[in-house]
């Protein structure tokens, strides 16, 4: 059973940083799923913002965070990070990662709790 665990989120200013986490519950996830970041502000839509491809493939950010955002893997952690520079409040939702990085292929089950990012002055 996949499962992975956000944290990392937080309240920061404008112009701000976090790093938000992605917890696999075995090492061996990375290796075999695609790892997604998707975010949901209220009243928005669920859209993705990041994938990192499974093992040792590529990393890929959608157009509104490409350059301020970078991902990266720790396979002894089971971890898969995001780094979020420069934020904005228009960068405040819930952040979710998922097996996958489309969001139409992504079952229920797999959405977690999601971490808050706050942004504001």
């Known amino acids: 059973q996949v499962q992975l665990v956000e944290s990392g989120g937080g309240l920061v200013h404008p112009g701000g940083s976090l790093r938000l986490s992605c917890a696999a519950s075995?090492?061996?996830?990375?290796?075999?799923?695609?790892i997604g970041w998707f975010r949901q502000a209220p009243g928005k839509e669920r859209e993705g913002i990041a994938c990192?491809?499974?093992?040792?493939?590529?990393?890929h950010y959608a157009e509104s965070v490409e350059g301020r955002f970078s991902l990266s893997k720790d396979r002894g952690k089971a971890t898969v990070y995001l780094q979020m520079n420069n934020l904005q409040p228009d960068d405040a939702a819930i952040y979710y990662c998922?097996?996958?990085?489309?969001?139409?292929?992504?079952?229920?089950?797999?959405w977690g709790q999601g971490t808050q990012v706050t942004v504001s002055s």
């Open positions: 075995s090492a061996s996830t990375l290796d075999y799923y695609n």
């Open positions: 998922a097996p996958g990085c489309q969001l139409t292929t992504i079952d229920d089950k797999f």
């Open positions: 990192a491809d499974r093992g040792h493939g590529g990393l």
